[in-house]
């Protein structure tokens, strides 16, 4: 295992620790009587619970560009070596290179010019000793030519010296005829970009499992594939709950504040790869919210709801989903929760579990899945950096199992902590910091990385300032200046 897997493997949610787990307390967090009802999960083992209900989405035909950013679902051969035919990389003449041998600007080869070769030329003239095709960049060799010179080599059939561009078959036809003075040698080959040199037919082109970028969507079309089979990108809804939200753009009145935390999610799952809509915000209130979740499932391979997974008295998410159905496949309404603190997950059973998770920011978690496909739904807490900490920890690596992706994304480097005092840190919780990562600047040293702003989730410039999630492990309660830690690099 690398340095950086290590690091990883500590600082990031595992799926390997899915299935029974310790008992919660085995990680600090335990709360004495509370715990054996309400066990405290792990950051490892929330995700775990979260991947092992979450399939890839089945294979669909997609034409190329609707393609773009989906993983590649078969392996792709080439069906015709690239390039298909010998061709010119040079505007310039098809010559043979017996011809040009020994030609100088003193003594040039003089040949004679009997046609143009353009690109796309289907018909080609065949060149015997002494003669000249005038040939395109992209242009099919001509029979008996083996080289290009370049028409910078040459008069361009002008007799006029050096030639810097070829004369336009528009204003000057007799260009295609006449004779050329070609001032350089070529040897046999040269200019010459030949059939397959890019790949042969046969070759594997793409492999399964390839992100379909733009370099990638130009090869499929180069070797003539006008459709292709894919992973789809996961359709993800973004539904921000509270009564508090106002839209951007939209007057503050008292008590209320701008919903920013379903602008950062949609971004985030766009970024991640997935089709996002903002669904907006919805009310407090059970009906608006469970109104809203039905008109949404129908588009959904992913929801993701912020805010009302507290303890409060207007948490509507928690009222509502912890008892929404799971559609036309729920047979009962059953209580089959627990995942590793228990015999199966909520996912199973067509609801969302509610679970305290040992982090912070980000306790308050949801999981589930709902309505007659059982679409998985992530319940982020409301605070915005907990919202956001949780879709990086939680959401990201779901995307990209519904895209048939690694889920693991973000690299994960060992820092230096650069602070003056020491930072504390609560007994039993994973914390997430913002900060600033300096990279190292040398070769295996560590970087720096200093934190943005305090442990408060509400902070959201600073978490708009910071490029990294400072990782404090759950038994760390305090951290020495230059102490050296887990850091997630966001982006
Ligand atoms: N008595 C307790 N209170 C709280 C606890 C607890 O354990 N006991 N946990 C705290 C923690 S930790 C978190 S995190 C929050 C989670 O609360 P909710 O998920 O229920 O979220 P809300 O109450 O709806 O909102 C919390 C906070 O975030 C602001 N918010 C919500 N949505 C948005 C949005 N779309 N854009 C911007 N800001 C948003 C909201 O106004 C609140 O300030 O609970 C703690 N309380
Ligand atoms: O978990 Mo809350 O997310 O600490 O603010």
Redesign the pocket.
């Known amino acids: 295992m690398s340095s950086v897997e290590q690091a990883a493997a500590s600082a990031m949610p595992a799926p390997s620790g899915h299935g029974p787990a310790a008992a919660p307390e085995a990680h600090g967090a335990g709360t004495s009587a509370a715990a054996a009802e309400d066990p405290i999960w792990s950051v490892p083992e929330h995700l775990a619970d979260i991947l092992a209900h979450i399939r890839p989405l089945e294979p669909l035909e997609l034409r190329l560009l609707d393609a773009q950013g989906c993983v590649l679902a078969e392996d792709v051969t080439v069906p015709v070596a690239l390039p298909p035919f010998d061709n010119s990389s040079m505007d310039g003449y098809a010559v043979r290179s017996a011809d040009v041998e020994g030609a100088s600007e003193h003594r040039p080869a003089v040949l004679t010019v009997i046609g143009d070769v353009a690109a796309g030329s289907g018909e080609l003239p065949a060149v015997r000793p002494g003669e000249a095709a005038r040939i395109m960049t992209g242009a099919p060799l001509p029979p008996g030519a083996d080289a290009v010179v370049p028409v910078e080599w040459t008069d361009g059939g002008t007799g006029r010296g050096p030639a810097t561009t070829m004369r336009a078959h528009s204003s000057a036809p007799e260009g295609a005829g006449g004779e050329v003075r070609v001032y350089r040698p070529a040897r046999a080959g040269r200019h010459i970009r030949l059939r397959g040199s890019d790949v042969q037919a046969g070759d594997l082109a793409l492999e399964a499992g390839t992100v379909l970028g733009p370099s990638r969507i130009g090869l499929l079309a180069a070797i003539g594939r006008s459709t292709v089979t894919v992973r789809p990108r996961p359709r993800v809804v973004v539904i ?3 009564s ?2 106002v839209q951007p753009g939209e007057e503050l009145t008292p008590g209320r ?6 602008f950062a999610l949609t971004a985030a799952a766009r970024d991640a790869g997935a089709i996002a809509y903002r669904a907006g ?1 919805v009310a407090d209130d059970a009906e608006s919210l469970r109104a809203a979740l039905e008109e949404q499932l129908a588009h959904a391979d992913l929801i993701v709801t ?7 008295a207007y ?1 509507v998410v928690k009222e509502t989903l912890s008892r929404f159905g799971g559609g036309a496949h729920d047979g009962d309404d059953r209580d089959d929760a627990g995942g590793p603190h228990g015999s199966s997950s909520a996912a199973e059973g067509g609801r969302v579990e509610f679970r305290r998770l040992a982090m ?5 978690q949801g999981f589930g899945r709902i309505g007659p496909d059982r679409t998985p739904l992530l319940a982020l ?4 950096v ?1 919202a956001y900490v949780s879709f990086e920890l939680f959401v990201r690596p779901a995307i990209r199992a519904l895209m048939g992706l690694e889920p693991h994304e973000r690299r994960v480097v060992r820092a230096r902590l650069e602070v003056g005092e020491p930072l504390t840190s609560p007994a039993g919780k994973r914390q997430f910091l913002r900060g600033r990562y300096e990279p190292p600047t040398q070769e295996g040293t560590a970087g720096g990385v200093a934190p943005v702003g305090g442990a408060g ?2 902070l959201v410039a600073a978490l708009a300032h910071a490029d990294a999630l400072i990782v404090i492990p759950e038994d760390t309660t305090e951290v020495e200046p230059g102490a050296e830690l887990d850091v997630v690099l966001l982006g």
């Not at 912070?360 to 308050?364: A, H, T, V």
């Not at 807490?381 to 915005?384: D, H, Q, S, V």
């Open positions: 921000s709950t509270g508090e939200l504040i701008h919903d920013s935390n379903s915000a912020s805010g009302g997974v507290s303890v409060g948490d912070q920011p980000g306790k308050p807490p409301g605070n915005p907990s989730s509400h």
